[in-house]
């Protein structure tokens, strides 16, 4: 029977799985993809639903894997009660809950509003972040002999990166890591750093960041396994 010529999504359910199937008149090959726990196919518009199915269904083990492993790895967003300990450049800050309209540290303790937590947690750690981490990139710039080449230093919030640097020496890191292990985030400093040298991850871009961290991989095992729970 032919598929129907709506273009509208159609959810199928493959084994434990939701799968958004979306067709389109301009494809030609059946497509699968993850992304952020959730699952879609792509396919011509005239593909058969049965055709659909028998593909999805012997990709079943693949789906319901990368589907698990993903979810398990999308941050939860918490609320951070009195007393609460808050990673922060390698220490922690103790969470004091008040009744104002933004958070503030004073010495060991960071006063937060009571209600939306975890946003205000947010907007005080970015601001607070930017000189520490300008600081740490001028420093492996500096090491790395590109201190002329490194543009202006900003914080980021994206959810997929960590750090970045554009062709103009420009270098961005992502606010959650002040979160990490310190020396996690020196590692995506001088990641980043690295490249105002060598803007691509070849033989000898990796040289460079080897050269002033010999145990980087280390690092940058801990930031795939563990990075998602920076972000709550």
Request: proline share 5%; with cysteine.
């Amino acid at each position: 029977m032919p598929a129907p010529l709506s273009r509208d999504p159609e959810v199928l359910l493959v084994g434990r799985v939701e799968v958004l199937l979306k067709r389109s008149a301009s494809r030609r090959t059946l497509g699968l993809q993850v992304r952020n726990g959730v699952a879609s196919a792509h396919a011509p518009l005239r593909m058969s639903r049965e055709l659909i199915l028998g593909f999805l269904e012997a990709k079943r083990d693949w789906l319901e894997k990368h589907v698990r492993q993903q979810q398990a790895q999308q941050p939860v967003v918490r609320e951070w009660r009195e007393g609460d300990l808050v990673p922060f450049l390698g220490g922690t800050l103790t969470v004091r809950l008040i009744h104002a309209s933004r958070a503030e540290r004073r010495g060991d303790e960071l006063y937060v509003p009571a209600s939306d937590t975890a946003l205000h947690l947010k907007k005080w750690s970015r601001k607070a972040v930017l000189q520490p981490f300008t600081d740490i990139v001028q420093e492996y710039a500096a090491q790395l002999g590109a201190s002329g080449r490194l543009g202006r230093v900003a914080v980021s919030d994206t959810r997929t990166r960590w750090g970045s640097c554009t062709a103009q020496g420009d270098i961005r890191l992502h606010w959650a890591l002040s979160r990490a292990p310190l020396e996690v985030l020196h590692y995506v400093a001088l990641h980043e750093a690295a490249h105002l040298l060598e803007l691509n991850h070849s033989p000898r871009y990796w040289a460079h960041v080897k050269r002033l961290m010999p145990g980087h991989a280390a690092q940058r095992r801990w930031l795939k396994e563990h990075g998602h729970t920076l972000l709550g």
